[in-house]
């Protein structure tokens, strides 16, 4: 199966946070931003192995900064590892108030899909190919987590 780069699957999401993702203080609920990050997230696996995937795992998520209504979120994502069937991806969570325009780094977070085909069984997915040293960080950082992923 030929590979593909971490470039041809990037994507970039970007919404505003509505009245319906927050509370009544406005603050946006943490489950809205991870919805988000599944969807983001989910397009990088999709576009990487241009099969359906599904969402096998998501790592612990740290929420650094409150996001508030009417604030732009974009979720960037990023395909790190690829196993046998596999996908890892990262995806970095930023809020931007539209306003003042300040920037702030809301969570980063990795995620585990796999890839399925019409009748649901699991299917490999094409290699990662690595051209930057970034991409040959992110791919050791990815292998670590998932020697210590914990699997039912
Ligand atoms: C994810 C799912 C397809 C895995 O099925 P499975 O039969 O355990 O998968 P396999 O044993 O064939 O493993 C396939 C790959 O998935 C990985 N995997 C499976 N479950 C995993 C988990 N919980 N966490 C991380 N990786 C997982 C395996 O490590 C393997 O990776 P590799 O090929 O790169 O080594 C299955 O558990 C499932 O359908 N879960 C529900 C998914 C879903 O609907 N998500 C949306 C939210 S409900």
Same mark, same amino acid.
């Given at each position: 199966? !030929? +590979?593909?780069?971490? %470039?041809?699957?990037?994507?970039?999401?970007?919404? /505003?946070?509505?009245?319906?993702?927050?509370?009544? #203080? +406005?603050?946006?609920? +943490?489950?809205?931003?991870?919805?988000?990050?599944?969807? $983001?997230? +989910?397009?990088?696996?999709?576009?990487?192995?241009?099969?359906?995937?599904?969402?096998?795992?998501?790592?612990?998520?740290?929420?650094?900064?409150?996001? =508030?209504?009417?604030?732009?979120?974009?979720?960037?994502?990023?395909?790190? #590892?690829?196993?046998?069937? /596999?996908? %890892?991806?990262?995806?970095?969570? =930023?809020? !931007?108030?539209?306003?003042?325009?300040?920037?702030?780094?809301?969570?980063?977070? =990795?995620?585990?899909?796999?890839?399925?085909?019409? @009748?649901? =069984?699991?299917?490999?997915?094409?290699?990662?190919?690595?051209?930057?040293? !970034? @991409?040959?960080?992110?791919? $050791?950082?990815? %292998?670590?987590?998932?020697?210590?992923?914990?699997?039912?």
């Amino acid at each position: 199966m !030929e +590979g593909k780069t971490v %470039e041809q699957s990037r994507v970039v999401m970007a919404r /505003s946070m509505q009245p319906t993702d927050a509370n009544g #203080y +406005g603050n946006v609920h +943490g489950g809205a931003i991870m919805r988000f990050v599944d969807e $983001a997230g +989910g397009a990088a696996a999709i576009r990487h192995a241009r099969m359906r995937c599904v969402t096998a795992a998501v790592d612990h998520m740290s929420f650094r900064a409150p996001v =508030h209504v009417g604030d732009l979120v974009t979720v960037t994502a990023c395909v790190t #590892y690829t196993g046998h069937k /596999s996908i %890892e991806v990262e995806c970095q969570v =930023h809020a !931007e108030n539209f306003i003042t325009g300040v920037v702030t780094h809301t969570a980063t977070c =990795h995620l585990v899909f796999v890839a399925i085909d019409e @009748d649901g =069984h699991t299917i490999p997915v094409p290699p990662l190919i690595l051209t930057t040293d !970034e @991409d040959h960080e992110r791919w $050791a950082a990815a %292998e670590r987590r998932r020697a210590s992923r914990p699997r039912d």
